[in-house]
């Protein structure tokens, strides 16, 4: 069974810097995705980012990047120029690869960006 | 992306009743996904509705108190039996969406408190 490990409950940070949250995970799969989701209090999961495993480029969006390594099975999230929006939970997610397959999720890092 | 309707947003309901909750999708997918949210946790998965069969259930959670509905292929419910103050959890439904190759689109969430 896969497992999705975020070490970190709380992080905070200023406006307008850059914060990495941390996620591993564990798969003997070689072919799968990973997902980051945002979850403000509004409690709408929203997709931040996706990666599928067999790319070694790091996906992007925006302010919004990943740091994959794939034989560490570690999958960070870098949000550069922080702003107050961007407080909310975020949750790691692992899916096996195919589609229609479930989402495994890990535990969720409280982000804080203060002004 | 698609986009999913879920209702109710919230509610208040007395132990030992039930209640039902709906998601209605704005295009046709084949899989739909309950999560269940406790509260400061993360998500984790109720069961699976394919439309035309029996809902297939994750281990620790049963058909008798998670009754699954999947009439057609933008339509779900699922309904909390028999509810207890443990039940009390922000339950979330989500879907593929094929619009979005093996991207994931979620409800908003209905937050379910027990009394």
């Known amino acids: ?115 | 992306s698609a986009v999913i309707s879920q209702k109710p947003s919230r509610d208040i309901c007395q132990r030992g009743t039930s209640l039902t909750i709906q998601c209605q999708v704005d295009s046709q997918v084949t899989m739909m996904f309950w999560y269940r949210q406790q509260p400061g946790q993360s998500l984790t998965l109720i069961a699976t509705a394919n439309q035309g069969s029996e809902a297939t259930y994750e281990s620790g959670f049963v058909i008798d108190k998670f009754p699954i509905s999947r009439p057609n292929l933008t339509f779900s419910t699922l309904t909390v039996s028999n509810m207890s103050p443990e039940d009390s959890s922000i339950y979330l439904c989500s879907v593929e969406d094929l619009k979005w190759n093996y991207g994931y689109t979620f409800g908003s969430g209905t937050r379910l408190t027990v009394v």
Do not use: H
């Open chain 1, 1 to 115: 069974a896969q497992t999705v490990t975020q070490s970190q409950p709380e992080m905070s940070v200023q406006e307008a810097e850059t914060v990495t949250l941390s996620c591993t995970y564990d798969t003997s799969e070689n072919n799968y995705y990973l997902f980051w989701y945002k979850q403000p209090p509004s409690r709408q999961m929203i997709l931040v980012i996706r990666q599928e495993a067999y790319k070694q480029q790091n996906a992007t969006e925006n302010r919004f990047s990943v740091n994959f390594q794939k034989a560490a099975k570690s999958f960070s999230l870098k949000i550069s120029d922080s702003q107050l929006g961007d407080t909310a939970m975020y949750f790691c997610a692992f899916m096996k690869w195919g589609g229609s397959e479930k989402l495994v999720f890990g535990k969720g890092t409280k982000l804080t960006v203060n002004p």
